[in-house]
């Protein structure tokens, strides 16, 4: 459904200031790129570039065995995609440590009018992300249920407990299927992806700015909570549109579902790939 896919060149949205590096998406392509071995990965994304002049064709940053990837922004991308359902971690209302003047809930409300096809969409936040944010929604998509995201090894933010995140499921129930007759609300996830907490607090401008260009990303996600939730409410396909450094795209892969992910900082679409490689050659850990 995505191939053919055709970009009109526009200007960036005024409200979303992610980084020096955001571009139209009507500025360049990148030419189809299968596997390659992560060494490979810069050279060959580099030399993909071209310009375009007017509309142009807009082919995967990558795609390779049921996976494909989209650098550029997401809001110029999903009304031109096809899936089942929609499983993202976005850009959180309380971020501005992150991504300094963001309107949060703006960019989640114009990405999701852009999903007009999505059956179901699920969101994942943290325990001290405001709620509130979830108006972002579109009213066709009735809420289904909450699902708890707990974590065997605990920490803290502040004096709040950061002993689980929270998914909210809205829009159609995934069919019914032998062994998945009822949804479940609850995973642990007994591993940690090895990312140390951070804040801004004491920092300057300059020093998150250097923070957040050394570290591997800002909010990974836990692959074991990620890969439950495409379990249980992915269904035929799902697109992740804030995919960062592909946490989504690597569940997708292991349960075998077809994926589209689009990420506008082209660091983390080489990320994801990176980390795709790497799952050729070592798989580790099982579905909960």
Request: positive net charge; proline residues 6%; glycine residues 10%.
């Amino acid at each position: 459904a995505v191939k053919g896919l055709w970009v009109v060149p526009n200007r960036p949205k005024n409200n979303l200031r992610l980084s020096p590096q955001i571009f139209s998406l009507g500025l360049f392509i990148f030419p189809r790129c299968h596997f390659f071995p992560p060494s490979n990965i810069r050279s060959h994304t580099l030399r993909c570039h071209k310009r375009l002049s007017g509309g142009g064709r807009m082919e995967p940053y990558y795609e390779h065995g049921g996976v494909r990837i989209y650098h550029g922004d997401c809001r110029e991308v999903l009304g031109r995609v096809r899936v089942e359902a929609v499983i993202t971690d976005p850009v959180w209302p309380n971020c501005e440590h992150v991504f300094p003047g963001v309107d949060a809930w703006g960019l989640l409300r114009e990405a999701l009018e852009g999903c007009e096809w999505a059956k179901r969409v699920v969101i994942q936040m943290g325990n001290i992300s405001d709620p509130r944010f979830l108006t972002a929604v579109p009213e066709r998509l009735k809420f289904l249920r909450v699902c708890y995201l707990e974590y065997a090894v605990k920490g803290y933010i502040g004096r709040v407990l950061r002993d689980a995140e929270v998914a909210y499921v809205f829009g159609e129930a995934p069919a019914s299927r032998e062994g998945a007759r009822v949804l479940p609300g609850m995973v642990i996830a007994t591993r940690s992806n090895g990312d140390k907490g951070w804040s801004n607090k004491g920092r300057t401008e300059e020093m998150v700015a250097e923070a957040l260009a050394t570290m591997a990303h800002p909010a990974r996600k836990l692959l074991q909570h990620v890969q439950w939730l495409c379990k249980w409410f992915g269904g035929g396909s799902v697109c992740d549109p804030f995919m960062g450094s592909g946490t989504t795209t690597l569940a997708c892969k292991r349960l075998g579902i077809p994926f589209i992910g689009i990420e506008v900082e082209e660091r983390y679409c080489e990320m994801a790939v990176k980390r795709l490689a790497q799952e050729q050659i070592q798989f580790v850990g099982d579905l909960p």
